[in-house]
């Protein structure tokens, strides 16, 4: 038996009349199995095999010689198939062992070892055993010939086709490959972060969709204003890996910066026999290109895949440098580089969820009064300063230390107690700062949270630092505070009433009552204070002084604040409705309040709405209030009396007003504080103080109430010292409107009687 592979043959058949085109064989320097085309001869007639290769062994086919491989049984054909490679076309016997033996060994093929590309060309001696129309039909086959049809010229045609049609299906597959492969590619790349990391696995994969070792490097080159800068290393593999990341030049390696420079300038790949060069068309002005070495040329259809491949990783660069530009915007502050106050938080995480927790110490660092050195040394003074505070923070206080940059003039330290030490922080600013020849001297104001005592997360120990900051700020500039459990627990109760407080306003649980103002004299109501007061739906009251400066603290006191001056209009307006004409509404202004830009157009628009006359609407503001930048408080005054309503000062005596300034404020009226009402018969002092205020509104012109009056004897003794007024609980306590109107008409009927 012969043996099942047959060397190539060059035998002439000089009875053939045929003149075959002469084709030119593939270089012999490619791989073996790439220069023949293998062709499997099954038939269990030796002379079938002799007359074959005699017929085909010294042609060529697309450029290629043949390779016989020789099998004379079903069975022998499958022992060689499970390990023969690149089978390009099988000329199979129908009838050997048995009558059908061809057929089950071309659904062995197709089905057990999955080849779908080999050809496969029936032939038979015996025409009925397998009939044509149901052969082709039933299994997956390429031709079907009787022996007798097949001449050397049919022959020749038959399997020139059959190798043309395996070329092009293998083509196809090889395609179909790279374009999985690329998608493949593609999906791990966007997976990869940072631009040096998608570098290094575009080298990766361009290595592994041509089965080559990834020796190579990749570039980048930036072209602003048309003119180009140096070659950017990204990312270097294999024998480049030596090359650091950075500038590349000829002098590096000459034959790669050479094609790299031509392929940027050509905008285009470029194929060489032993490296390829790749061009990555970028965004703003900036390219990349890849040099690959390569152990041999690579095929058309490697070609076009890279033509593919280099779409996607263009697309795919520009999109892995925007992801890591939004990285940096998210994460680092743009201006030092620091980490931000986003970053900040997960690494605060991260610390507390580790063993480094217990000794490690949170630092809030806030320069003082940097605002004015900014307004006053410009912007770009500013930002250099803070450049050199940043870099002091880094250099001076450790390596293992986190230094972040919160925004505006707030710096931030993490890291072992022992090195976020406040008196170590603090000494980093006693020497000057040198801005453009110019020193500078800052000073700086700690917060601390020591992490081992910290129950929450990261971002709730920058809250509790920021507390402790500010508690510092109260205390003194240039000091340090540590936060303590009693601070949260206090600002936690302060941002649950404050919650609370918005629901209890949007509820309708806060209402206003009316404490009428009287006349020592006659005895007789002539205005009234209205109070706000908030009860919550379990029955419960919550005192004002509670619930009125977390009102200021979180803005909702000017919403408040409105709608209590619109409902004591409407109360007033009521009122006079009920022919009290001459009665004088008093409605308390906070600070916030009456700072807030729209306050003017507030009073007027409420006043307008609710139809309330002017000049029987009273705001009480509180003396400490009126001496805090007076200048300004004149202006605004008087703004607001041009609109009609009086001012009254609240609490006054218990601050220290100037006496300049009050004959300035255009003030109607000032009160006398509770707490020098209780003096007149509790105190030693008596009733001096109560006295000084009366003396001090008659000489200047100003009417004169007293608060809190409670006793006969209080109210006897203010009216002997000439005050007009008071309220207290000794006439009334504060009521609700539906109270007020039925206070006051019964107090008409007892006058009447």
Avoid at 240 to 253: V, W
Avoid at 356 to 376: C, G, I, K, M, W
Avoid at 441 to 460: K, N, W, Y
Wanted: aromatic fraction near 6%; glycine fraction near 6%; hydrophobic fraction near 45%.
């Amino acid at each position: 038996m012969p043996a099942p592979i047959t060397p190539l043959e060059h035998n002439k058949d000089d009875h053939d009349d045929l003149v075959f085109l002469e084709e030119h064989p593939t270089p012999t320097s490619a791989p073996a199995t790439r220069n023949v085309w293998r062709v499997m001869i099954i038939d269990d007639d030796e002379d079938v095999h002799s007359t074959t290769t005699f017929a085909l062994g010294n042609l060529d086919m697309q450029h290629r010689p043949l390779e016989f491989v020789h099998a004379y049984s079903a069975a022998q054909a499958r022992d060689l198939l499970k390990h023969e490679q690149e089978i390009a076309v099988i000329l199979l016997d129908v009838v050997m062992e048995q009558d059908d033996a061809g057929l089950h060994l071309v659904r062995y093929i197709r089905e057990t070892l999955k080849l779908a590309d080999v050809r496969i060309i029936l032939r038979t001696g015996q025409p009925g055993y397998a009939p044509e129309i149901d052969a082709i039909r039933d299994f997956d086959i390429n031709d079907y010939k009787t022996k007798s049809e097949l001449t050397r010229i049919k022959l020749f045609t038959t399997v020139t086709a059959a190798i043309r049609s395996y070329e092009q299906i293998r083509s196809i597959s090889a395609s179909r490959r790279g374009l999985n492969q690329i998608v493949h590619a593609s999906t791990q790349l966007m997976a990869l972060h940072g631009v040096q990391n998608f570098a290094a696995g575009v080298l990766t994969q361009i290595a592994d969709l041509l089965s080559v070792k990834a020796d190579g490097l990749l570039c980048a080159q930036e072209c602003p204003d048309g003119r180009c800068r140096e070659l950017m290393v990204s990312a270097a593999a294999g024998i480049y890996s030596r090359l650091p990341h950075g500038q590349i030049t000829a002098a590096d390696d000459e034959r790669a910066v050479g094609a790299m420079e031509r392929t940027l300038e050509q905008r285009r790949n470029i194929y060489s026999h032993d490296f390829v060069t790749l061009y990555f068309a970028g965004k703003a002005s900036r390219d990349f290109v890849a040099f690959l070495q390569l152990p041999r040329p690579i095929t058309d259809i490697d070609e076009r895949l890279l033509e593919v491949f280099c779409s996607n990783v263009a697309v795919g660069l520009d999109n892995v440098e925007l992801v890591t530009h939004l990285h940096n915007a998210a994460f680092y502050d743009q201006l030092s580089k620091l980490p931000n106050r986003t970053r900040l938080v997960e690494i605060l995480d991260a610390t507390l969820a580790g063993p480094a927790r217990d000794d490690a110490t949170l630092s809030l660092v806030d320069l003082d009064h940097f605002a004015e050195t900014n307004d006053a040394l410009g912007h770009q003074f500013g930002d250099l300063l803070l450049l050199a505070v940043a870099g002091r923070l880094q250099s001076r206080l450790g390596q293992q230390l986190t230094v972040a940059r919160l925004g505006g003039d707030i710096f931030c330290v993490l890291g072992d107690a022992a090195q976020v030490n406040p008196a170590m922080i603090l000494a980093l600013f006693q020497t000057p700062f040198s801005i453009d020849g110019q020193d500078v001297q800052l000073s700086a104001t700690l917060g601390l949270v020591r992490l081992g005592e910290h129950d929450g997360c990261g971002a709730d120990a920058l809250k509790d630092a920021d507390i402790a900051l500010k508690r510092a700020k109260t205390q003194q500039r240039a000091g340090h505070f540590y936060f303590s459990r009693s601070m949260g627990v206090e600002i936690r109760e302060r941002v649950r009433m404050m919650h609370a407080l918005r629901t209890g306003f949007g509820q309708n649980q806060l209402f206003v009552v009316y404490q009428p103002q009287i006349d020592l004299t006659t005895r007789r109501p002539v205005g009234a204070e209205a109070l706000l007061r908030w009860q919550t739906p379990d029955g419960k009251f919550i005192s004002p002084d509670r619930f009125i400066p977390i009102a200021e603290y979180s803005g909702l006191i000017i919403e408040l604040g409105e709608w209590v001056l619109r409902t004591a209009c409407r109360e007033l307006v009521l009122l006079r409705e009920q022919g009290h004409r001459d009665f004088m509404m008093s409605v308390n202004v906070s600070q916030v309040q009456f700072r807030h830009p729209r306050f003017l157009e507030m009073l007027s628009q409420a006043l307008e709405d609710t139809q309330a006359p002017p000049e029987y609407i009273e705001l009480e503001i509180t003396e400490s209030m009126a001496m805090e930048e007076p200048d300004l408080l004149i202006k605004m005054l008087w703004q607001v009396k041009q609109t009609g309503v009086s001012i009254a000062i609240d609490d006054f005596g218990t601050g220290f007003s100037s006496l300049s300034y009050l004959q300035r404020l255009q003030v109607d009226r000032l009160k006398i504080d509770r707490a020098f009402v209780t003096e007149i018969t509790g105190s030693a002092r008596g009733s001096s103080i109560a006295e000084m205020v009366i003396q001090l509104g008659r000489n200047l012109g100003l009417a004169v109430i007293a608060e809190g009056v409670e006793d006969e004897r209080q109210a006897q003794i203010l009216q002997a010292l000439g005050c007009p007024l008071a309220q207290g609980f000794l006439f009334a306590r504060p009521m609700t409107a539906a109270a007020l109107i039925g206070w006051l008409n019964n107090d008409v009927l007892e006058g009447a009687a």
